[in-house]
């Protein structure tokens, strides 16, 4: 079946060390993929995008990595602090059927 | 650039009534999704529409449909309501293809049915 799993329970690390976060996708073929942060009650906001094509994206403290080989992503975010604390969602679009699909989510807790 | 308005925020209805909730995009984004997420399922793509087109569907009954006008704001209408509706209804903007774009979330209407 197709389905995008992320860790399931909520992480839970120290300020200042870095988080990292796994999606992994079956029976999917995205040309891109994309990480959001949704805070309660509160729409996702936009993280970053990292296309088939490229094995790694920064962008301050985050770093997402891409392998279709292992059909996995991981999302990093360095120096963490405790206002990095929300779900982070994983999501692609399925380059054969143009679905959208996020990821269950990863609810990351970063303890002063 | 304002951002991403959804109306009402709030919404009480009872079974079997139906629904309309609104979504105005960011200036200048054509295509607007519009996304289920609950507790128990998460966040799922409803439907995606672009210059008034229905681009993409999610697997939804047909008692979820939409439409967008040409100045790009959308509705999302429900009919027949169930208790299993319950969920916070997000609409998102981009300037193009899901994958392939930023999207841009409202806060989301919060709809209840009792």
């Known amino acids: 079946s197709q389905k995008i799993e992320q860790n399931s329970e909520a992480l839970n690390i120290q300020e200042g060390k870095t988080a990292t976060l796994t999606c992994n996708y079956t029976?999917?073929?995205?040309?891109?993929l994309q990480w959001y942060r949704q805070d309660p009650g509160r729409g996702p906001v936009f993280l970053l995008l990292i296309r088939e094509n490229e094995k790694e994206k920064r962008k301050e403290r985050l770093k997402v990595t891409f392998d279709t080989t292992l059909k996995q992503s991981l999302f990093h975010i360095t120096a963490s602090q405790p206002a990095d604390s929300a779900t982070y969602l994983c999501?692609?679009?399925?380059?054969?059927?143009?679905?959208?699909?996020f990821g269950t989510g990863t609810r990351l807790k970063v303890l002063a | 650039k304002a951002g991403v308005t959804q109306t009402p925020r709030y919404l009480i209805k009872t079974r079997g009534q139906q629904v309309t909730l609104s979504c105005s995009p960011i200036s200048g984004h054509r295509s607007v999704s519009w996304y289920q997420q609950t507790p128990g399922q998460g966040l799922q793509f409803l439907f995606e529409?672009?210059?008034?087109?229905?681009?993409n569907k999610g697997n939804f009954p047909g008692r979820f449909s939409g439409r967008q006008f040409s100045n790009s704001r959308s509705e999302m209408n429900v009919s027949t309501l169930e208790l299993g509706d319950s969920a916070l209804y997000l609409c998102a903007s981009s300037l193009g293809g899901l994958g392939t774009y930023e999207q841009y979330f409202g806060p989301g209407t919060r709809l209840t049915v009792t």
């Open positions: 999501a692609l679009e399925d380059s054969g059927t143009y679905k959208y699909i």
């Open positions: 029976n999917y073929s995205p040309a891109y």
């Open positions: 529409y672009f210059s008034e087109t229905q681009r």
